[in-house]
């Protein structure tokens, strides 16, 4: 038996609840593929998992992507082999040294694309392709608002958007992130002084859709960027969960609609998860994505890269090395 490790939380809290444990690698069961760990990638919903903001039963499994060689196969897979590298996106495991996951998840890396990048574009990737493609099927000429600009989700969303025609208003939470958005639009300011900023821009006619995954610190503010009948798109709480709804407001707002869009019902069939990944590794080979790996890891010190993203202090994507 092979002894690999993995990072966990036995309570929910800050950074220093995830610890190390080593575990025996089980062989793969039924449908099941093994792979041997090669990156990592670090996201915002990680760290909802860990403080409970999201329930889930203890110890927790921290992770929700990861790109590895399988090196082993269960019984009944069939279309993939062993050495073949594959990512994955359940919301759990990722941060381990091998992992176990259903086949139909299983997403074909191609070879071209190194792990370290896919592992930090895999789950960022396919949200900002469904965001782009599926929430809000954004055409040309329509306007975008995108928050943390500079991020892992909205460092993708950008160009995705860009190359479909959008004009894209970029969001970030700092003047050195907002001067790395390759965008007309990249804007640095307060909150409260964003709708009139986006109003100068837009001549009044304002956004048709919002991507915001800022949460409780931007909702006022994102509501008030959109014009008559836009679409609130709230995609993650990096700074806590939305507060209630009122849905006076949004009629007073010009019959606005929200949505809460998640991968996992984006993504809810073998068929649809591998149409978005085409969709997002055709970008990376056409040089629309060009991600950047802004800071790296060891797996080991999950904590500090907790601290570094829950901070604001990472740029582009954060990627953890086992």
Known sequence: MTTGYRMIARAHGGPEVIEREAFEVPPPGPGQVLIETEAVGLNFIDTYYRKGLYPTALPVALGAESVGRIIALGEGVSGFALGERVG??????????????????????????????????????????????????????????????????????????????VTVIAHSGSAEKAAQIHTEHSLFCNFNELPEKVRTITKGAMCHVVYDGVGAASWSASLACLRPRGLMASYGNASGAVPPISLLDLMRGGSLYVTRPTVSDYMATPEALAASAKKLFDRIGRGVLKPRIGQTFKLEDAAQAHRALESRATTGSTVLIP
Do not use: N
């Not at 071209?112 to 929430?135: F, H, N, Q, R, S």
């Open 88 to 165: 994955a996106t359940p919301h759990s495991g990722s941060y381990a040294s091998h992992r176990l996951i259903p086949a139909e998840k299983a997403i074909r890396v191609p070879e071209e694309v190194a792990p370290d990048i896919a592992a930090a574009v895999m789950l960022k990737g396919l949200t900002a392709c469904y965001l782009a493609e599926d929430t809000f099927p954004a055409q040309a000429g329509q306007v975008a608002l995108v928050h943390s600009a500079a991020g892992g989700v909205g460092s993708l969303l950008v160009p995705w958007l860009l190359d479909k025609g």
